[in-house]
C-alpha cells in the first residue's frame, strides 16, 4: 500500500533531551512537509522540503531541525532548544502539478515530561 | 495567503444535510479552495478543492460564488462518522509551500 508512515504513534521524553521523529512515504513525492498541532488548534508548519538535500523553515521552526538526504524519508528532530514541545506532530508530503492535495501521515504525539 | 473565516462549531443530525460556509475575502486571482476533514488524533484528509462555481465528488459537493469571496462545503446526509473538524484552506495550486490551517470547524453530528 502507498502512504505515509510515522513512527512511533505516542513518544515520551524527558526535558532536555532530542527526539528524533521519523516520516516515510512510498508515494514518490517530491515535497514533505512537518506541521504541529496543538489541542484545540489548528496545524502549524514547522519545515518543509521541495527536493531531497533541500528544506525551507515553516512559520514554527525554532527548536527543531530537519533533513532530506532521500526523497522518501523526511526525519523532525525536536531539539531540546524547543520551549514547549508536548504536542502533536505531523508529516505529509505532495505530488507536483495544480493541486493542493497533501497526504498526511497517522501523526505522533510527543509528550515531554 | 489569504486568510480564512469559518464558524468554530456546528451541530447536525444524522441524515441531513450540513453545509459549512468559509469567508475568505482577499482571495488571489490564482487562489484555489481546498477543503480538509480531520478525525481526533489523526493527520487531516483531502476532501475536495475547487476554483469557482459548483465541484461535486463521492463525499462532498463545493459551491463557490462569482466573486469567490466565499464558498460552501455541502456534506450530504451526514452520519455519526462525519463528526470532525473541517478545515477551509485557500491558496494557489503546484506550489509546494505549506498549508495554512485555521482552527477549522468542528462539526458535531447528533442521533
Known amino acids: 500500500d502507498g502512504g505515509i508512515t510515522q513512527s512511533p504513534k505516542y513518544l515520551f521524553r524527558k526535558e532536555g533531551q532530542n527526539v528524533t521523529l521519523s516520516c516515510e512515504q512510498n508515494l514518490n513525492h517530491d515535497a514533505m512537509y512537518w506541521y504541529r498541532q496543538d489541542p484545540g488548534q489548528g496545524l502549524r508548519l514547522i519545515y518543509y522540503?521541495?527536493?531531497?538535500?533541500?528544506?525551507q523553515k515553516g512559520d514554527i521552526a525554532e527548536g527543531y531541525s530537519v533533513s532530506r538526504e532521500k526523497k522518501e524519508s523526511f526525519p523532525l528532530t525536536v531539539t531540546s532548544a524547543q520551549k514547549n514541545p508536548t504536542a502533536f506532530y505531523l508529516c505529509?508530503?505532495?505530488?507536483?502539478?495544480?493541486?493542493?492535495?497533501?497526504?498526511f501521515g497517522p501523526g505522533t504525539r510527543l509528550t515531554v515530561l | 495567503l489569504a486568510k480564512t473565516t469559518q464558524p468554530i462549531s456546528m451541530d447536525s443530525y444524522e441524515g441531513q444535510e450540513v453545509n459549512i460556509t468559509c469567508s475568505h475575502n482577499n482571495i488571489a486571482t490564482n487562489d484555489y479552495i481546498t477543503w480538509y476533514q480531520q478525525f481526533p488524533s489523526q493527520g487531516p484528509r483531502f476532501i475536495i478543492q475547487g476554483y469557482k462555481t459548483k465541484v461535486t465528488n463521492e463525499v462532498a459537493s463545493l459551491f463557490i460564488p462569482a466573486d469567490r469571496k466565499s464558498s460552501t462545503l455541502s456534506l450530504p446526509r451526514v452520519s455519526l462518522s462525519d463528526t470532525a473538524v473541517y478545515y477551509c484552506?485557500?491558496?494557489?495550486?503546484?506550489?509546494?509551500?505549506?498549508?495554512?490551517f485555521g482552527k477549522g470547524t468542528h462539526l458535531i453530528i447528533q442521533p
Open positions: 505529509a508530503s505532495k505530488t507536483s502539478g495544480l493541486h493542493n492535495e497533501q497526504f
Open positions: 522540503s521541495q527536493i531531497v538535500n533541500d528544506f
Open positions: 484552506l485557500v491558496g494557489a495550486p503546484g506550489g509546494a509551500d505549506g498549508l495554512t
